[in-house]
């Protein structure tokens, strides 16, 4: 476990990294503005770190959460062509996909 | 503008009820509306879509089948964060333009089903991340009480559509206050619920452990006609709570006989109180004080209380709401909805993924992804992510506690008034300061209601009312108890006859 990122600690590499990790294609404009006011607000979030959490549970949902099935019952789902309507693009009834495989494939 | 048009558009909704079971229809009713949209709406731009044929028809539908109980005939607007079967949708976002979805959110359907006629759907901070709605993808949201200044976000076309009479109320969602800080900022009612009490299947989903959907409205009653509607089990959310839905509106009409004997009010020192004022301006806290007083004077109990973990409420919100925005808008990919850019056949889908997201998304949606990503990234889980989590351990044990003592806990909704348009657009730690009252209920998952306690420089304040999980009604009653003291006060009708008044005095 690290500790929390001191002030400015966010540097322009590593919120490049960060974009291309979530499939942003970020402009260097945008990696000059982001750098900045991230590390501003990460030094403001690293301000959980003082809170005194021995023994505390973390909370996923602030209500009690337990497994919830339903009967095993087949039900209509939406039409294909309703759903595909919406689609960028769509070819013989499915989802049209970029180019998944490189060159030498 | 006609006389009766201008009546019709600023009743309230138990007006409009009798009014229709009276004998007036659905069709003049919704074209009043549409009549001061087309009117209005140039400048406020409160909505992103408005299909006045589709309205019309409806409305005339409505009117056919001749029921005049219940709401039907009364119109609503949606805030473009609910899905709704062929009604274009898009979060205020680019990478969902022109989208129109194949499904009715639950809210949407609930609606539906009980005759409402949808006027249209208002605008949003993209994908209900920020406080202004300036971070709309198609453009800034006006204030009806001064056009210079935000309606509050996200659901500030809501706000504005409703303060601005171009909707007799509207839905929102509260992820961090989204409900509650733009009713506050416009002279509005809205009521985030208990978490889980209303269905989140077909809102587009920000933050799954903090949206909820609630009412906005003019009044007390309305809000609470409104949370009636849409609240209550959906099996088809897997969050939602198997509980009977609490009488709200029986309890809010109870509470405006402003009996409040016996009832123990905390004041949450960290919000505002000693200590804790920064940033707070006075006239918001002068109107809260004056709130306090009147509460009092109706038989309540009065102390202060202390919730020491609040003031780490801001840090823990803004590591877990973008931490589970990351994820949650991992799914716009361009492949199933939406936006797709730089698919020529020589890119891969990582590239296509890419230039996609980065043409559809705005700055605010961009950033939050990114320190989401950085929060949950192996080696800084723990530190960040983890140790939020623990954060709101601790905010919730301090409302429990809270609850040992007093019934409901108060404070103002937020530390200012409206803001000027631009004012904080470049400063994201400001704006998140807006939500600085609004994220601790929203981070416990208990409901939370603000009303309006006053004027400060002529801009609306917001009171807000926060009670224990499920206890929604409490929010009711005391909301109603004041916004009845408050108006017999002034001797007018009701809060917003105020802007009324103004916009007269200004024309």
Redesign the interface.
């Known amino acids: 476990?690290?500790?929390?990122s001191q002030k400015g600690q966010?540097s322009r590499d590593?919120?490049a990294h960060?974009?291309?990790?979530?499939?942003?294609?970020?402009?260097d404009e945008?990696l000059d503005?982001?750098a900045g006011?991230?590390a501003?607000?990460?030094d403001?979030?690293?301000?959980?770190?003082?809170?005194a959490?021995e023994d505390?549970?973390?909370?996923?949902?602030?209500?009690p959460?337990t497994n919830?099935v339903?009967e095993d019952v087949a039900r209509p789902s939406?039409p294909r062509d309703?759903?595909l309507?919406?689609?960028?693009?769509a070819e013989d009834g499915r989802?049209r996909?970029?180019?998944?495989?490189?060159e030498e494939a | 503008m006609s006389a009766i048009n201008s009546d019709v558009t600023s009743m309230n909704v138990d007006e409009l009820q009798a009014a229709l079971a009276d004998g007036a229809t659905s069709v003049d009713i919704t074209r009043a509306y549409l009549d001061r949209i087309e009117a209005e709406d140039g400048e406020l731009r409160a909505y992103l879509h408005v299909d006045p044929e589709a309205a019309l028809a409806r409305a005339a539908e409505i009117d056919a089948a001749g029921d005049r109980s219940g709401l039907a005939g009364v119109p609503v607007a949606l805030k473009d964060v609910v899905v709704t079967e062929g009604v274009p949708t898009t979060s205020g976002s680019k990478i969902l333009e022109g989208?129109?979805?194949?499904?009715d959110a639950t809210v949407a359907a609930r609606l539906k089903a009980a005759g409402t006629v949808l006027l249209g759907k208002t605008n949003m901070d993209e994908f209900a991340m920020g406080s202004s709605t300036e971070n709309s993808a198609y453009g800034v949201t006006r204030n009806p009480w001064d056009p210079e200044r935000i309606p509050g976000g996200s659901s500030g076309g809501s706000s504005a559509a409703v303060a601005g009479g171009l909707a007799p109320w509207a839905i929102g969602t509260d992820t961090g206050g989204s409900i509650r800080q733009p009713a506050a900022l416009t002279g509005l009612v809205g009521h985030k619920p208990?978490?889980?009490s209303v269905s989140r299947f077909g809102l587009i989903a920000f933050s799954s452990?903090l949206d909820q959907a609630g009412p906005m409205a003019r009044t007390v009653l309305d809000a609470a006609l409104l949370h009636e509607a849409i609240g209550g089990h959906d099996?088809l959310d897997?969050?939602s709570?198997d509980a009977p839905l609490p009488v709200l509106v029986e309890c809010a009409r109870r509470g405006a006989d402003g009996d409040l004997s016996g009832l123990r009010v905390g004041v949450v020192r960290e919000l505002g109180g000693d200590g804790h004022a920064d940033g707070y301006e006075d006239g918001v806290l002068e109107s809260f004080r004056a709130g306090v007083a009147r509460l009092e004077s109706m038989g309540a109990e009065v102390r202060e209380v202390s919730c020491p973990?609040f003031d780490?409420a801001?840090?823990?919100y803004?590591?877990i709401a973008p931490s589970e925005a990351?994820s949650n808008l991992a799914r716009f990919?361009?492949?199933?909805?939406?936006?797709?850019v730089g698919?020529d056949?020589?890119?891969?889908?990582?590239?296509?993924?890419?230039?996609t997201?980065?043409a559809g998304?705005g700055?605010e949606v961009?950033?939050r992804?990114?320190?989401g990503?950085?929060?949950l990234?192996s080696?800084?889980y723990?530190?960040?992510y983890?140790?939020?989590?623990?954060?709101?351990?601790?905010i919730?044990r301090d409302f429990s506690a809270a609850y040992d003592d007093v019934d409901v806990l108060v404070s103002p909704t937020t530390p200012t008034v409206a803001f000027p348009l631009g004012a904080r657009v470049d400063d994201?730690?400001a704006m998140?300061a807006a939500d600085l009252c609004t994220l601790p209920a929203s981070?416990?998952?208990?409901p939370a209601i603000s009303v309006p306690s006053g004027l400060s420089d002529g801009l609306p304040v917001g009171f807000q009312i926060m009670a224990p999980?499920l206890a929604d009604d409490r929010c009711y009653r005391v909301a109603a108890a004041l916004e009845a003291a408050l108006t017999n006060d002034r001797g007018d009708r009701g809060f917003l006859d105020q802007l009324a008044a103004r916009q007269g005095s200004a024309s």
Request: charged share 15%; no cysteine.
């Open positions: 476990m690290s500790t929390p966010l590593e919120v960060l974009a291309h990790l979530a499939r942003l294609a970020v402009t945008e503005l982001f006011q991230l501003a607000v990460l403001a979030v690293a301000q959980v770190g003082k809170a959490v505390v549970t973390p909370t996923t949902h602030a209500v959460m919830v339903r939406l309703v759903v309507a919406g689609a960028p693009a989802f996909v970029p180019r998944i495989l490189g | 989208w129109k979805p194949p499904y208990t978490y889980g452990s099996p897997s969050t709570i973990a780490l801001l840090a823990a803004y590591l990351s990919d361009g492949v199933r909805y939406g936006l797709r698919d056949g020589a890119r891969d889908l990582d590239e296509v993924m890419a230039l997201r980065e998304f700055p961009k950033r992804i990114i320190l990503t950085y929060a990234s080696g800084y723990e530190a960040y983890g140790q939020a989590q623990k954060v709101r351990t601790l919730s994201p730690i998140y981070l416990a998952g208990v999980a």
